[in-house]
């Protein structure tokens, strides 16, 4: 293989795509212009390395890449060929454009900015860019967007789509699939229908540490209040967290103290029900008097729990400490010290999106149905905040036991 006269190295100021790309890119060039013949041995990795001025190691993943993808054919103790079907391998692989799209239910949700900022920071570092699609919570939107990306062979997908803007056509994601386009569920953990990876929260793990944590702030009668299912059950991975938090710290999870409320299935229905979730709330307490605590699956209930304990008279946290999930409060323009909660590392979840997004690009092999969960840690404001009163309780509680 000739590599005279080969530009590849650029000054540092201007790589923005990475030199094993580069080299993958060049060879696939190759191929394209007839240049590089189907069953053609390639040289050494080494020679290739000295050849081309870049490391050994940057050589192996760019033929790593390109054997994933059909390219080239390893041959243990013979070396690397270029493909003999190379003209069908060529149809599949196609020329992408650089623009990464990613698929909302609705603009509006203010988390998604958080996610999109994460998507932006490793797609600039690739010389990437990222164009954002909403559904409008409309499946025909759905398909028609997924067919403009096909046509224009994105470089990648990214599907955030919950609730009812999950719903995407089945013959549109068959579509996808033909078009080898990689995708990436980001905040959930797949899309009905496929075996796309996925990046989300860790429920069980969030739930768990704000639980734990209103425990470890002395409260003795914990509420727990979720988004349930549709019928009226809390979902089981969030009941069970809570409950194995309580067990844990050795307080009793009552089941009259578990509160279920419809999930929203968009933005629009957040807004049309915020007042029948503060008015469920209400009541709800107004009939649980005992309680001292509140775990919320999610920052908006706990807000909500906020203002009708604030209506009952109750003071938070010396009569009633709250913890949330999310760590949205700013978001939503509210005091950032204001709420206990979880942040779920939303930046974090855009970042590894967008990783596992160009890994799959460049032919790396991911696991069918591959879900990452990323940890949150607990953010303490001032709704679980100890005050001296009960402080001393606790002092008092573990010197009678001791």
């Known amino acids: 293989m000739s590599t005279v006269g080969l530009l590849i190295q650029e000054p540092k100021e201007q790589q923005v795509v990475p030199m094993y790309q580069k080299v993958a890119n060049y060879i696939l060039d190759g191929v394209k212009t007839g240049k590089l013949q189907s069953g053609e041995r390639l040289e050494q990795p080494k020679v290739l390395a000295d050849e081309l001025k870049v490391s050994v190691g940057t050589i192996r993943h760019s033929l790593q890449m390109l054997?994933?993808?059909?390219?080239?054919?390893?041959?243990?103790?013979?070396?690397?060929?270029?493909?003999?079907?190379?003209?069908?391998?060529?149809?599949?692989?196609?020329?992408?454009?650089?623009i990464i799209d990613i698929v909302l239910s609705d603009t509006r949700y203010p988390e998604y900015l958080l996610l999109q900022k994460g998507i932006q920071e490793v797609a600039r570092e690739n010389g990437l860019h990222v164009v954002s699609h909403s559904t409008g919570n409309n499946s025909k939107y759905a398909g028609e967007i997924i067919a403009r990306q096909v046509k224009s062979n994105s470089f990648g997908m990214v599907f955030c789509i919950g609730g009812s803007g999950g719903r995407i056509p089945l013959e549109s994601l068959c579509e996808l699939e033909?078009?080898?386009?990689?995708?990436?569920?980001?905040?959930?953990?797949?899309?009905?229908?496929?075996?796309?990876?996925?990046?989300?929260?860790?429920?069980?793990?969030?739930?768990?540490?704000?639980?734990?944590?209103?425990?470890?702030?002395?409260?003795?009668?914990?509420?727990?209040?979720?988004?349930?299912?549709?019928?009226?059950?809390?979902?089981?991975?969030?009941?069970?967290?809570?409950?194995?938090?309580?067990?844990?710290?050795?307080?009793?999870?009552?089941?009259?103290?578990?509160?279920?409320?419809?999930?929203?299935?968009?933005?629009?229905?957040?807004?049309?029900?915020?007042?029948?979730?503060?008015?469920?709330?209400?009541?709800?307490?107004?009939?649980?008097?005992?309680?001292?605590?509140?775990?919320?699956?999610?920052d908006r209930i706990a807000y909500v729990a906020m203002r009708a304990?604030?209506?009952?008279?109750?003071?938070?946290?010396?009569?009633?400490?709250?913890?949330?999930?999310?760590?949205?409060?700013?978001?939503?323009?509210?005091?950032?010290?204001?709420?206990?909660?979880?942040?779920?590392?939303?930046?974090?979840?855009?970042?590894?999106?967008?990783?596992?997004?160009?890994?799959?690009?460049?032919?790396?092999?991911?696991?069918?149905?591959?879900?990452?969960?990323?940890?949150?840690?607990?953010?303490?404001?001032?709704s679980t905040a100890i005050t001296n009163i009960k402080a001393a309780d606790i002092r008092i509680e573990d010197g009678e036991k001791n």
């Not at 993808?69 to 690397?80: D, I, Q």
């Not at 409320?261 to 629009?268: I, K, Q, R, T, Y």
Request: proline letters at 4%; hydrophobic letters at 35%.
């Open 67 to 98: 054997a994933a993808k059909g390219v080239v054919v390893r041959k243990p103790g013979n070396g690397t060929f270029i493909s003999c079907e190379n003209n069908r391998v060529m149809d599949t692989i196609g020329t992408h454009n650089e």
């Open 178 to 298: 033909k078009s080898k386009i990689p995708a990436v569920c980001c905040l959930m953990d797949s899309l009905s229908g496929t075996n796309y990876p996925g990046v989300t929260c860790d429920i069980h793990h969030n739930i768990y540490i704000a639980a734990k944590h209103l425990c470890e702030v002395g409260c003795k009668r914990i509420a727990l209040i979720a988004y349930g299912t549709r019928e009226g059950e809390i979902y089981p991975t969030i009941k069970n967290a809570f409950m194995e938090a309580l067990n844990d710290m050795g307080v009793i999870s009552e089941k009259d103290l578990q509160l279920s409320l419809p999930m929203p299935s968009s933005f629009d229905d957040i807004l049309a029900k915020k007042q029948l979730s503060y008015d469920v709330i209400s009541e709800w307490l107004c009939n649980h008097p005992q309680l001292d605590g509140i775990c919320c699956s999610y």
């Open 309 to 382: 304990l604030a209506r009952h008279g109750r003071i938070i946290p010396d009569d009633v400490a709250v913890a949330g999930v999310g760590n949205i409060g700013l978001l939503y323009e509210f005091p950032s010290d204001e709420l206990t909660s979880v942040d779920v590392k939303l930046e974090e979840m855009g970042r590894e999106t967008c990783k596992l997004l160009i890994a799959m690009r460049n032919g790396e092999k991911i696991e069918s149905g591959l879900t990452i969960c990323i940890k949150g840690n607990l953010v303490q404001g001032l």
